[in-house]
């Protein structure tokens, strides 16, 4: 019987994107070894790729020539049968730069389809991080910390392989563990690497996800101006500025809030988020001064308070702050939700420096590629603790 199958990577631009091609191009190549016809590619509206922009990948597979083409008509599937998260921080949702408003990360899963993920955490944590779907589908983990690596350098942790075993797994039709091992060895000429994959087909095990589980905020759209709406050429509106530093949101002085982009949020690009210890900060101005992204408030009290709505989590505030301990990146996988810390600190500091000390436990090595030589040789022994 004629069947189209259609699996998605949603990954973080450049960090990811190697990794992404590698696992739509080995599937493309393992479905050829049964026979069927099938074809991958990067959705070009995520082009040029930025740092950490979530974007997606497609491999389309079809049991037969015509059945490809018709597939390869619709160009972007509107309902996969896989979708593939290479970054567990992607499960609050994704605004890449094809896509107005934030897209769950289970969006195209049809009914009773699979989201593999990598990550070290559990379904409990996972699946209230995803938003809500109308119907049941299935969830499987590839135990592992996401694997991030630069653009000209590609991180070769088996996690692609692993993820390949896995979809041999849960998705058998599309093709059997025999075929994908056949093309890792063809493509990287490495036995460990057929193995790695072997033992995750073993060791891949799904829960399924019911319509009652999962966030249940209505992801963030917004409408799209006509174009009879648009203006003349392009105007980029400058921060408005009140006199004597008024707040341009409140029109109060005392304090200080940025206009901003109404529309495009950027939090979806974060892995990590700054934490901020207001009983060390010393008010220098830093944070505010260098973030990147104007996210910092000041507070009426004159603390510095960052917008998680706003913020892109590329760690400058840390880097630049000069009181030790007194911002951190931490995992963004730990918070539920992107309200203001200097609130909650006001409103009951010890609780507020407790949740801080619990934060800081999950501190991952900045997880953007490689910054010294040698980093990843370094970072082989702890991973393979981890995975046991
Ligand atoms: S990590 Fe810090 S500097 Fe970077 S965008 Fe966020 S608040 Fe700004
Ligand atoms: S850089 Fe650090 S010490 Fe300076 S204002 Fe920002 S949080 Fe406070």
């Known amino acids: 019987m004629e069947r189209l199958f259609a ?3 949603v990954y973080r631009g450049i960090f990811q994107k190697k990794l992404a091609t590698n696992l739509t191009r080995a599937i493309v190549l393992a479905a050829h070894k049964e026979g069927k ?8 509206g995520d082009s040029p790729e930025r740092n950490g922009i979530p974007a997606k990948g497609f491999a389309i597979v079809g049991t037969d020539e015509v059945t490809l083409e018709e597939g390869k008509a619709k160009y972007e599937p509107k309902e996969v049968d896989i979708t593939i998260c290479v970054d567990d921080t992607l ?46 589908y299935n969830l499987a983990i590839v135990k592992a910390t996401p694997s991030f690596s630069g653009l000209w350098v590609y991180k070769d942790d088996h996690t692609d392989v692993r993820i390949l075993g896995a979809v041999a797994r849960v998705l058998p039709e599309l093709f059997s563990l025999d075929s994908v091992q056949q093309v890792i060895r063809e493509e990287w000429k490495n036995e460990l690497k057929a193995t790695s994959a072997q033992r995750s087909f073993e060791r891949t095990t799904t829960v399924t996800v019911d319509p009652s589980q999962g966030n249940p905020e209505e992801p963030y759209k917004f409408e799209m101006p006509k174009w009879t709406e648009m203006r003349e050429g392009i105007a980029i509106p400058a921060i408005p500025l009140g006199g004597q530093m008024t707040d341009p949101v409140t029109g109060q ?11 495009f949020k950027k939090w979806s690009t974060r892995t ?11 008010k220098c101005t830093l944070c505010w001064l260098q973030c990147p992204d104007s996210c910092f408030y000041v507070t009426p009290d004159g603390f510095y308070d960052a917008n998680p709505e706003a913020c892109c989590g590329c760690g400058v505030c840390e880097a630049v702050c000069p009181e030790k301990g007194c911002v951190t990146m931490v995992n963004e996988a730990q918070f539920n939700d992107n309200s203001s810390q200097w609130e909650a600190w006001r409103k009951d500091a010890p609780a507020y420096q407790g949740s801080l000390a619990q934060w800081l436990k999950d501190r991952p090595a900045r997880s953007h590629g490689f910054h010294v030589r040698g980093q990843y040789e370094q970072e082989v022994p702890s991973e393979i603790a981890r995975q046991g």
């Open 7 to 9: 699996v998605e990577v």
């Open 37 to 44: 016809p099938a074809i991958s590619f990067g959705r070009y």
């Open 91 to 136: 499960f609050k949702g994704v605004e890449s730069w094809a896509w107005y408003g934030l897209q769950p990360i289970n969006k195209l899963l049809r009914r009773g389809g699979t989201l593999i993920v990598t990550s070290l955490h559990e379904p409990e944590t996972l699946i209230p991080m995803a938003h809500r779907k109308e119907h049941p």
């Open 253 to 263: 002085t005392g304090g200080w809030r940025p206009g901003r982009n109404a529309t």
């Open 272 to 282: 990590m988020r700054p934490v901020i210890d207001f009983e060390k900060c010393i």
